[in-house]
């Protein structure tokens, strides 16, 4: 069987050209349809107890932080592929079989295989934190990457997308979760939901869907629809596309989310 070609990799982006908006004549969604979304899924859901932790406090100052930024980049990656809970598993064995980054950079590649086996696809994974470590050991005379804190998104953007296995995802959650920084991520959930509710152009990817959403979505608006959208995503049955012909009904009746979207795209 001939092997797929390798998909060309892209430059980083340069912090001093931002890329341009790809749907300039796409008018959604607006700063009030963002906020009666917001409002109708929190409503619903409450605010999601696992991403409680990295939301701002009432009077919009930071969380404290529990991790660092290093952490948050590793336990990003590890998330890819996998589960949150495998890979939350993964990154509790990585630190308490090598409690500090120097050690993870020393360890020998198979016994770093072995403490992140529980989150799937192992070997890739070790080699990737191996060489991210290595990296920021090279460039900055230490394993630490909280000088990030100080820097923009696009400075941010540019110095995470040089490490090899990091792309526009993983660096967007550690600027939303890890940085606090006014960032959108789109992953499975939100792509899909938003091109139900037409805030996206049917033609989009999600390259261009993370380009656009972030220029649409007030910055103020943007860590709590995020989580509301992931959560959402995950336990509504017409939107994780696990209702039966027979359960349509009621469950539409009880999605929030319904007399925004297309409900035949969600289910797709």
Not at 81 to 100: G, Q, V, Y
Not at 119 to 140: D, Q
Not at 146 to 152: N, P
Request: net charge positive; proline share 9%; hydrophobic share 35%.
């Amino acid at each position: 069987m001939p092997r797929n070609p390798k998909r060309k990799l892209l430059p980083p982006p340069d912090p001093r050209n931002p890329p341009p908006e790809p749907y300039p004549e796409h008018p959604l969604p607006t700063p009030d349809q963002c906020r009666v979304v917001r409002d109708s899924l929190l409503a619903f859901h409450g605010f999601p107890d696992e991403f409680a932790k990295y939301r701002r406090n009432p009077n919009g100052s930071p969380p404290p932080v529990e991790e660092t930024v290093l952490d948050g980049l590793v336990i990003t990656l590890l998330s890819q592929n996998t589960t949150d809970s495998n890979s939350r598993r993964a990154f509790d064995s990585l630190k308490s079989t090598f409690p500090s980054w120097n050690q993870v950079l020393d360890a020998e590649s198979k016994l770093l295989e072995d403490a992140i086996r529980c989150g799937g696809l192992a070997a890739t994974k070790a080699a990737r934190i191996k060489s991210i470590m290595r990296s920021v050991m090279e460039k900055r005379g230490e394993i630490c990457l909280e000088y990030l804190r100080s820097l923009s998104i696009d400075e941010v953007k540019a110095e995470l997308s040089q490490f090899k296995g990091i792309g526009p995802k993983t660096v967007a959650c550690v600027l939303m979760f890890y940085l606090q920084k006014d960032d959108f991520p789109v992953d499975t959930h939100v792509f899909r939901i938003t091109k139900a509710m037409s805030w996206i152009p049917t033609k989009a990817n999600r390259e261009k869907a993370y380009l656009h959403l972030n220029r649409r979505i007030p910055n103020d608006l943007k860590f709590d629809l995020n989580c509301l959208f992931v959560t959402h995503g995950k336990l509504c049955k017409i939107c994780t596309r696990t209702v039966s012909k027979k359960q349509t009904d009621d469950s539409i009746a009880l999605c929030p989310l319904t007399s925004y979207c297309c409900v035949d795209e969600l289910q797709e």
